[in-house]
């Protein structure tokens, strides 16, 4: 601390103090029964956030923290979706078998270990999501098991629904159950959730 020296200082006055605007109120939110499309995400939109897959962990986080965003959309090195990554799976347990396995630190895992693939979220089309409500959309991922929806447009995927958005517009979660009929299948859906498919 010798090459540091401390700036002469002052107590403030009252005076000195700019006055503060009154708080804003706080943001309307939508309900189950509003339109569906009030919780989509379009991929072209510049708001979505994109990682490549072969990003460390540390650097989306930081990413997500900056840009205020809890998910991501992976994609490769071709521009090409290939998943999608919730800000709560980069600490998750999960991550730390996936950690533990690869005997590699969590500093130098990478999303492509963690992310959930893309082929394995179920996908509405556009006339659909015209028709739907919120709620339907949180039928609809109770039903796949999955945190996120692809809304497609023909051949082309042109949208995401994650369940973060929902929470956030409607203040309320989507539960998400394992789907399990045998005692064997309940098993592995505790030991390994990332996994469950129909």
């Not at 009154?22 to 569906?36: E, F, G, I, K, L």
């Not at 078998?97 to 992310?115: D, F, K, P, R, T």
Request: net charge negative.
């Amino acid at each position: 601390m010798s090459e540091f020296h401390a700036l002469r200082w002052s107590k403030p006055t009252y005076e000195s103090f700019l006055p503060i605007k009154p708080n804003q109120p706080a943001a309307v939110r939508v309900d189950w029964y509003q339109p569906a499309s009030l919780v989509v995400d379009y991929l072209q939109q510049d708001g979505v956030l994109r990682v490549n897959k072969a990003t460390l962990l540390a650097e989306v986080e930081s990413l997500m923290h900056v840009s205020d965003k809890r998910y991501a959309v992976v994609i490769d090195d071709h521009q090409q979706v290939v998943g999608l990554l919730q800000a709560r799976e980069l600490h998750g347990r999960h991550t730390g078998a996936v950690s533990q396995l690869l005997q590699l630190g969590w500093h130098e895992l990478n999303v492509g270990y963690i992310m959930q693939a893309a082929d394995r979220q179920p996908v509405i089309t556009e006339q659909q999501l015209a028709h739907a409500r919120i709620g339907d959309i949180a039928a609809t991922m109770q039903a796949a098991g999955r945190d996120f929806i692809w809304i497609s447009k023909g051949a082309a995927i042109t949208g995401v629904i994650s369940a973060l958005n929902i929470i956030a517009c409607t203040g309320e979660s989507v539960r998400l159950y394992p789907k399990a009929d045998t005692f064997a299948e309940v098993f592995r859906a505790l030991k390994h959730p990332q996994i469950i498919d129909d």
